[in-house]
């Protein structure tokens, strides 16, 4: 597609639950990356993906965050037993191969854990 | 470690005003690289622009410039003949070697008719 697309734009679901967030990177980009952004502050880095593998993923809070990139396009941020402090909007960035170029980000998904 | 520092929390402004946003940076490298990013209501990031940490030229693009001094650390952006359509959050943000950005806070800035 034109752009990065992230699905859902929004959700709601109650405390335990589990969800997931998908991301479409713009066509081509081998770099993938996820941030969360709270109310009033700046995005967060979560994870970063070089291709299928998670080149970095020292931002994900704790082991209730999980991300996957199977074949090095589409990637899926699931988060277990979800908490109220998890609400937040869900970034996915992607760029052409990392490294110094340009990251184009998607409009992310408001997740909102009741 | 690195860190982004946006002092101003909000900004407003009339139109046709100028204005700028500071953004002061920490890092230990030696190369890295600056950014702005806009985000207006719809929530998406726009990138505004890229520069690294070996190049001190101001840049201009239309109304928008920005001032990068190495010495204070700082990468301030300047918006002249301010428009409301410029009315969004501004971001600063900061990469090193490794891929992540890291953000400041965010600057709000209010264009008023």
């Known amino acids: 597609g034109a752009g990065v697309s992230q699905t859902p734009s929004n959700k709601v679901t109650e405390k335990g639950k589990y969800v997931e967030l998908r991301c479409d990177p713009i066509s081509g980009h081998t770099a993938l990356y996820w941030y969360r952004q709270s109310l009033g502050q700046g995005p967060e880095f979560l994870i970063y993906?070089?291709?299928?593998?998670?080149?970095?993923d020292s931002g994900l809070p704790n082991d209730r965050f999980f991300a996957v990139r199977p074949e090095g396009s589409v990637s899926t941020l699931k988060i277990q037993r979800t908490e109220r402090g998890d609400s937040a909007v869900y970034l996915c960035?992607?760029?052409?191969?990392?490294?110094?170029?340009?990251?184009?980000f998607g409009q992310g998904t408001r997740l909102t854990v009741v | 470690a690195q860190k982004v520092t946006q002092a101003q929390t909000e900004i407003s402004v009339v139109e046709k005003e100028d204005v700028t946003l500071d953004c002061v940076y920490e890092t230990r490298d030696t190369t890295y690289y600056l950014f702005w990013y806009k985000q207006p209501p719809s929530g998406e990031l726009v990138f505004l622009i890229r520069?690294?940490?070996?190049?001190?030229q101001n840049e201009i693009s239309g109304r928008y410039s920005w001032n990068f001094q190495k010495s204070t650390s700082s990468f301030n952006f300047t918006i002249t003949a301010s428009q409301v359509v410029d009315s969004a959050v501004y971001f600063c943000?900061?990469?090193?070697?490794?891929?992540?950005?890291?953000f400041g806070q965010g600057t709000r800035l209010t264009i008023n008719p």
């Open positions: 520069r690294n940490s070996f190049d001190e």
């Open positions: 993906f070089q291709g299928t593998g998670a080149a970095d």
């Open positions: 960035a992607s760029s052409r191969t990392g490294g110094d170029t340009e990251a184009f």
């Open positions: 943000a900061l990469r090193e070697g490794a891929q992540k950005l890291v």
